[in-house]
Structures are given as C-alpha cells and as structure tokens.
C-alpha cells in the first residue's frame, strides 16, 4: 500500500506516519481511528475523539505510572458516553508513536475517571482534539489505515 | 477602596452602571430557580462593562440590581454566560468584564467562578482566555495557577526518531479485537501473547515480557 513518505520531514506537512486500527471493540460495525501511545513505559491505544475536551485514559493504566511522572492539576466532571464521571486532572507526557518518521512526546491534560468501588472501565481510551490533537496537524489515509501528524510551529 | 467613587474604581475609561434597591426582589438564576434576594441583600451594586460593549443586556442590568452580596460573582458570571450564549455578548467581552469585575468581587474569585461556569458549558477556548487573563491579574492566586496548568494547550516537547513499527499488531487489533471484548491483551508483533482480566494480572502474567516496549497492553472495550 501506497505511503506518502514524501510529505515527512522538517517544513513538511507531517513529522512520522502511524498505522492506525479501524475496528476495535465490541461495536464492529463502527469504523474509528485507534493510535498506538506510550503513557509511561505502557503502550496503549486510543481512540481519537474530536469531541473530547481532554484525552481519557483508563484508571488502571494510570496507577501503573510512576508518580513523578505526573502532576494533579486539578478535576474535573466529564459525560462521556451518556454517563457522567467525575474525575482527577493530571499533567503527563504522551509519545504519540510513528512507524515512520519521528515519534511526538507531548505534554498534555489527561481526564482519569474515579471509579466506584466495584466499577470497571469499559470504554476505551480517548485522545482529545482540545487537549492534545489541538497543535498537531494530521490527515488520515483510509485507503492504508494510515495516520499522519505533524508538530505545528508556535 | 470606595468602589461607589468613580475616581477610586481604577477603570476610569469605562462605564458603569450602578443600581441600587432597597427592598427584597425575586431574582431569577439563571440556570436555576428563582431566590428571594432577603437579609444579605446589597443595595448598591455596581457592575462595570466595558466600554467597547455597546450590546450588552439587560439581563445583566436586571440581575446586578438584585443579586445578594455573597453570591453576586456566580450569578453575575451566569447571567454574563446566558449574554454570551445569546450571541449578546462576545467571548472577549466575557473574559473583560470577568476581569473588570474581579476587584470587587472576589478578586480570583470571580474569576474561579466563569472558569467553572465556562469549562462546563464550552470547549477549552474561553476558559483557557479566561485562565490567562486571571493569572496575569492575579499572578498569586494559587487556584488559578492550576488552572493554568490544567489548561495549559497541549505541546510537543520531543521529537525521537521511530524506533519500532506497529502496523502488525494495529492490523491484528483491527482483525481480532471483537474477539477479546472486556479483557486486557498483551499483543507484540501482530500476535497474541496473553490475555487477563485486569492489567495487573496481565503485567504479572507477561512477567518480563511486560518491559518490552513492543508489547501492547491494551483493555478491549466493549463499545
């Protein structure tokens, strides 16, 4: 499958190219965007969510990082998916992965649910447009599942 | 400060307006329900509006000739949203009035007040104005430093060349994923490692195979 390798590189559109998942889940017949990342030392996915405020990540997840590696900035309450969650605000760094090209280390405001006693996360993780697609440029190739992105100058 | 004097009110380039009221007035909440303005009533109070803002409303007129002492900042930043909501009032008008305001409401406060009010209603643009604006009036405030932080724009601080190429294993999540819904898996390379209920167990399991930054853990969601 065609890669556009010629549009990476500095003063170009995109830093690095990544495959993305399109099927994911339960709901197969949805058609999504789901991106390989570090948080801390795990590599997860998530999928993307231009209607997020921040990127949502699964609390488990997050008692596996170290906490240097974080900071509380705060909390939040989020509806997601029709249930409304309250949450802690925390700062940490995402590596955005390429396959190709130069991997993104971002700073970025993560929403992490708290969760009853007994309750499990059963949604996926979330990359926010707002709070972390927000100064990326990218562009998808469904033709090859292909995710490119890119660091937009300050 | 004499806030009534207008030689003391350091905005001198903008208009006020000043209402006073004597007696207990029913006062509609925006968002809410509607309050008997009673014993914490204050008689004269005075909200300063920009001078560019020719439009605001009367909504807010309304609700600065009645609004008790104590909870003046939240209703005033309501009924300013309910303004701006009704296209009567720029964003940038918001966050100046917010900031005019803020002197003799609460200072921060007022403040704390609209980002609370705006973080819920709207993506981040405003209040990230509003974090900015307040932080740089009230560099001391320790809440809205971690506003500040919270609301911080995302920002890429490292570029590292790729190392590792997952196109296998997000082609496998796209193929088999449905098949392991509400289970964490450990995927490397295309191919399935483990799978568990919880990714403790999962990290246990993989032993040090969890250290491996090719390995995927990842929960499988069930929507």
Redesign the interface.
Same mark, same amino acid.
Not at chain 1, 3 to 26: L, M, P, Q, V
Not at chain 1, 35 to 40: E, I, R
Not at chain 2, 32 to 40: D, L
Not at chain 2, 111 to 124: L, M, W
């Given at each position: 499958m065609n890669r556009f390798g010629e549009i990476i590189g500095d003063d170009r559109f995109a830093?690095?190219y990544?495959?993305?998942?399109? +099927?994911?889940?339960?709901?197969?017949q949805n058609t999504r965007i789901?991106l390989?990342l570090?948080v801390g030392?795990?590599?997860?996915?998530a999928v993307v969510d231009t209607a997020a405020?921040w990127c949502i990540l699964?609390p488990?997840?997050v008692?596996?990082m170290s906490p240097n590696s974080m900071?509380r900035?705060?909390e #939040?309450?989020q509806n997601i998916?029709g249930i409304k969650y309250e949450g802690d605000?925390i700062?940490t760094?995402i590596?955005l +992965?390429?396959?190709?090209?130069?991997? =993104?280390?971002?700073?970025?405001?993560i929403f992490v649910p708290i969760l009853k006693f007994d309750e499990v996360?059963?949604?996926?993780?979330f990359l926010g447009l707002?709070?972390?697609? +927000?100064? =990326?440029r990218f562009a998808v190739d469904p033709q090859s599942?292909t995710f490119y992105f890119g660091?937009i100058a #300050? | 400060m004499n806030i009534w004097d207008r030689q003391n009110v350091p905005f001198a380039d903008y208009n006020y307006t000043q209402k006073r009221s004597s007696k207990p007035i029913p006062a509609k909440i925006y968002n809410g329900g509607t309050i008997n303005a009673g014993e914490h009533l204050r008689p004269q109070t005075v909200m300063i509006v920009p001078s560019s803002t020719s439009t605001y409303s009367l909504d807010v007129e309304q609700t600065t000739e009645i609004i008790p002492n104590k909870i003046f900042g939240t209703l005033l930043v309501q009924a300013l949203w309910a303004t701006l909501e009704k296209g009567q009032f720029t964003a940038e008008a918001f966050v100046e009035t917010v900031r005019l305001n803020a002197p003799m409401y609460g200072q921060d406060k007022l403040f704390q007040e609209a980002i609370e009010i705006t973080r819920r209603e709207e993506p981040n643009a405003i209040t990230r104005r509003l974090v900015t604006v307040g932080v740089e009036a009230y560099p001391q405030s320790e809440v809205l430093m971690n506003y500040a932080k919270a609301f911080a724009p995302p920002r890429v601080i490292e570029r590292q060349p790729a190392r590792h190429n997952f196109s296998k294993t997000m082609r496998w999540l796209s193929a088999h994923s449905h098949e392991y819904v509400g289970q964490w898996i450990a995927v490397r390379d295309g191919e399935l490692l483990d799978t568990a209920a919880s990714l403790k167990a999962l990290i246990a399991q993989l032993g040090t195979l969890a250290d491996d930054e090719t390995v995927m853990t990842t929960y499988i969601p069930t929507t």
């Amino acid at each position: 499958m065609n890669r556009f390798g010629e549009i990476i590189g500095d003063d170009r559109f995109a830093s690095g190219y990544t495959t993305y998942t399109d +099927h994911y889940g339960g709901e197969v017949q949805n058609t999504r965007i789901v991106l390989p990342l570090y948080v801390g030392t795990l590599l997860v996915s998530a999928v993307v969510d231009t209607a997020a405020p921040w990127c949502i990540l699964n609390p488990a997840i997050v008692e596996q990082m170290s906490p240097n590696s974080m900071e509380r900035v705060g909390e #939040d309450r989020q509806n997601i998916r029709g249930i409304k969650y309250e949450g802690d605000l925390i700062r940490t760094n995402i590596k955005l +992965h390429a396959d190709y090209g130069e991997d =993104l280390v971002i700073d970025a405001t993560i929403f992490v649910p708290i969760l009853k006693f007994d309750e499990v996360w059963n949604l996926p993780n979330f990359l926010g447009l707002d709070g972390f697609l +927000h100064r =990326l440029r990218f562009a998808v190739d469904p033709q090859s599942n292909t995710f490119y992105f890119g660091m937009i100058a #300050d | 400060m004499n806030i009534w004097d207008r030689q003391n009110v350091p905005f001198a380039d903008y208009n006020y307006t000043q209402k006073r009221s004597s007696k207990p007035i029913p006062a509609k909440i925006y968002n809410g329900g509607t309050i008997n303005a009673g014993e914490h009533l204050r008689p004269q109070t005075v909200m300063i509006v920009p001078s560019s803002t020719s439009t605001y409303s009367l909504d807010v007129e309304q609700t600065t000739e009645i609004i008790p002492n104590k909870i003046f900042g939240t209703l005033l930043v309501q009924a300013l949203w309910a303004t701006l909501e009704k296209g009567q009032f720029t964003a940038e008008a918001f966050v100046e009035t917010v900031r005019l305001n803020a002197p003799m409401y609460g200072q921060d406060k007022l403040f704390q007040e609209a980002i609370e009010i705006t973080r819920r209603e709207e993506p981040n643009a405003i209040t990230r104005r509003l974090v900015t604006v307040g932080v740089e009036a009230y560099p001391q405030s320790e809440v809205l430093m971690n506003y500040a932080k919270a609301f911080a724009p995302p920002r890429v601080i490292e570029r590292q060349p790729a190392r590792h190429n997952f196109s296998k294993t997000m082609r496998w999540l796209s193929a088999h994923s449905h098949e392991y819904v509400g289970q964490w898996i450990a995927v490397r390379d295309g191919e399935l490692l483990d799978t568990a209920a919880s990714l403790k167990a999962l990290i246990a399991q993989l032993g040090t195979l969890a250290d491996d930054e090719t390995v995927m853990t990842t929960y499988i969601p069930t929507t």
